[in-house]
């Protein structure tokens, strides 16, 4: 017998009738969507949670290589995102291009198993940031184009929060079999590949995309001028707010090399992920929607300022549980950050050049994580890890000083869909 539907979990449509809302107004492919991201995360993170180690301690790589490593991944997939972005846009299809990008991440996995050298994670880590880019901007338009614009918000935090479930299922399987594996973090990579393949397969079977993401009658040749010129300067301030904070957002890497600098042993080093992904998935839900309620830039600039305490808290740590008390906070500002980023491009973008918008988003953030990166790394190097983390909290602030003097409506960041 069904249940009815309370007053939190209904809204009224323009002709009166009833419209769902909550996780049961979500729509199912976004649901697939999520747990997509669910699983491949889980493969992700068996291997990254242990990767900085693994870099350190086995092949000798200094805190300089992981930033750069990290930052080069992470920019060469802003990079590709433009283009598969625009691609779907001018397709009309996204599916596609979020498959082939998923399925090159899984055929990557197997490179960190067999990997010697720096070298040859490095090239592993390409590979894998490569699929992230091709299925990065594509996937992230597609939820816009299925999500009712009253539950925007929220549709982004559950994929997000499904996404984080992964995120700290990845790091809780790596302790296991590392002390299953006797720290055999080679044989803990090998079984990254089956939750990879799972990923792929929800995504062929259970995802839908609309027939269109864009009527036949709008496709021409892709990234036009006319395209730029139809995105508003809210978006472009956005972008750059979006850029310094990513900055100042250097690699997770860095908060599993404060855990070993600390004294945490190296079977142990993925726990750092799991608490902070722990507090990510319990937060991303419901700050999105919150955002969905009141003025997204108000949660957005909560989140800003728990960064900087998270920051603080790094840089003055002396044992473990500061650090974990700052991976906390570190979590918890994923939480009220990235989902709402989002959102708010959906906000000021139209559905026409949504796939763009991302992908210049993901290229300006991408380059600039890649920036963000180097330089913690020197610092840390050369200075010290509280150096690190102070600077990102100058960074942060300067962020927070630039959100703060974004504008438009509250309206414009809730619940309006643009063009």
Same mark, same amino acid.
């Given at each position: !017998?069904?249940?009815? %539907?309370?007053?939190?979990?209904?809204?009224?449509?323009?002709?009166?009738?009833?419209? *769902?809302?909550?996780?049961?107004?979500? *729509?199912?492919?976004?649901?697939?969507?999520?747990?997509?991201?669910?699983? !491949?995360?889980?493969?992700?993170?068996?291997?990254?949670?242990?990767?900085?180690?693994?870099? +350190?301690?086995?092949?000798?790589?200094?805190?300089?290589?992981?930033?750069?490593?990290?930052?080069?991944?992470? %920019?060469?997939?802003?990079?590709?995102?433009?283009?598969?972005?625009?691609?779907?846009?001018?397709?009309? #299809?996204?599916?596609?291009?979020?498959?082939?990008?998923?399925?090159?991440?899984?055929?990557?996995?197997?490179?960190? %198993?067999?990997?010697?050298?720096?070298?040859?994670?490095?090239?592993?880590?390409?590979?894998?940031?490569?699929?992230?880019?091709?299925?990065?901007?594509?996937?992230?338009?597609?939820?816009?184009?299925?999500?009712?614009?009253?539950?925007?918000?929220?549709?982004?935090?559950?994929?997000?929060?499904?996404?984080?479930?992964?995120?700290?299922?990845?790091?809780?399987?790596?302790?296991?079999? !590392?002390?299953?594996?006797?720290?055999?973090?080679?044989?803990?990579?090998?079984?990254?590949?089956?939750?990879?393949?799972?990923?792929?397969?929800?995504?062929?079977?259970?995802? #839908?995309?609309?027939?269109?993401?864009?009527?036949?009658?709008?496709?021409?040749?892709?990234?036009?001028?006319?395209?730029?010129? =139809?995105?508003?300067?809210?978006?472009?301030?956005?972008?750059?707010?979006?850029?310094?904070?990513?900055?100042?957002?250097?690699?997770?890497?860095?908060?599993?090399?404060?855990?070993?600098?600390?004294?945490?042993?190296?079977?142990?080093?993925?726990?750092?992920?799991?608490?902070?992904? +722990?507090?990510?998935?319990?937060?991303?839900?419901?700050?999105?929607?919150?955002?969905?309620?009141?003025?997204?830039?108000?949660?957005?600039?909560?989140?800003?300022?728990?960064?900087?305490?998270?920051?603080?808290?790094?840089?003055?740590?002396?044992?473990?549980?500061?650090?974990?008390?700052?991976?906390?906070?570190?979590?918890?500002?994923?939480?009220?950050? =990235?989902?709402?980023?989002?959102?708010?491009?959906?906000?000021?973008?139209? *559905?026409?050049?949504?796939?763009?918008?991302?992908?210049?988003?993901?290229?300006?953030?991408?380059?600039?994580?890649?920036?963000?990166?180097?330089?913690?790394?020197?610092?840390?190097?050369?200075?010290? *890890?509280?150096?690190?983390?102070?600077?990102?909290?100058?960074?942060?602030?300067?962020?927070? %000083?630039?959100?703060?003097?974004? =504008?438009?409506?509250? =309206?414009?960041?809730?619940?309006?869909?643009?063009?």
């Amino acid at each position: !017998m069904a249940t009815k %539907a309370t007053p939190m979990e209904i809204a009224n449509s323009a002709d009166g009738q009833p419209v *769902p809302t909550g996780l049961r107004g979500i *729509p199912k492919s976004i649901w697939a969507l999520g747990f997509v991201s669910l699983f !491949m995360d889980t493969s992700s993170e068996l291997i990254h949670s242990l990767l900085p180690v693994y870099l +350190v301690s086995v092949l000798g790589a200094g805190a300089l290589s992981v930033g750069l490593i990290e930052g080069v991944a992470e %920019a060469t997939a802003a990079i590709v995102k433009v283009f598969s972005g625009t691609l779907s846009d001018y397709l009309g #299809k996204r599916k596609l291009l979020i498959v082939i990008g998923y399925g090159l991440a899984a055929v990557s996995k197997p490179l960190f %198993a067999l990997a010697g050298s720096a070298t040859w994670i490095f090239t592993a880590r390409f590979i894998d940031r490569i699929g992230k880019g091709i299925r990065g901007a594509p996937r992230d338009a597609l939820i816009g184009d299925l999500a009712p614009s009253h539950l925007r918000g929220a549709s982004y935090g559950l994929r997000q929060s499904l996404d984080t479930v992964g995120a700290f299922v990845g790091p809780l399987l790596a302790v296991a079999f !590392m002390f299953l594996l006797a720290n055999d973090i080679q044989a803990v990579f090998w079984i990254a590949l089956i939750p990879a393949f799972i990923s792929v397969a929800i995504l062929i079977f259970a995802v #839908k995309e609309p027939e269109t993401a864009r009527s036949a009658d709008e496709a021409h040749s892709p990234i036009q001028v006319e395209d730029l010129r =139809q995105i508003g300067a809210a978006y472009w301030w956005l972008v750059s707010v979006a850029a310094v904070l990513a900055v100042a957002r250097f690699s997770e890497a860095f908060l599993v090399l404060r855990a070993e600098n600390v004294g945490l042993a190296i079977a142990l080093v993925p726990i750092v992920f799991i608490v902070m992904n +722990v507090v990510y998935t319990l937060s991303a839900y419901p700050a999105g929607i919150l955002s969905d309620r009141t003025d997204r830039r108000i949660v957005l600039a909560v989140g800003f300022v728990v960064l900087i305490a998270a920051d603080a808290v790094l840089a003055l740590a002396t044992d473990i549980w500061l650090v974990m008390a700052g991976t906390v906070l570190w979590g918890l500002h994923m939480g009220l950050t =990235q989902g709402l980023l989002a959102a708010m491009v959906v906000d000021t973008t139209s *559905p026409g050049i949504r796939g763009t918008a991302f992908g210049i988003f993901n290229l300006v953030t991408g380059v600039a994580l890649l920036g963000g990166n180097v330089v913690a790394g020197l610092l840390w190097d050369h200075l010290g *890890p509280s150096s690190t983390f102070f600077a990102g909290a100058g960074i942060t602030a300067v962020a927070l %000083a630039g959100l703060l003097t974004l =504008q438009g409506s509250s =309206q414009s960041f809730r619940t309006n869909d643009v063009g």
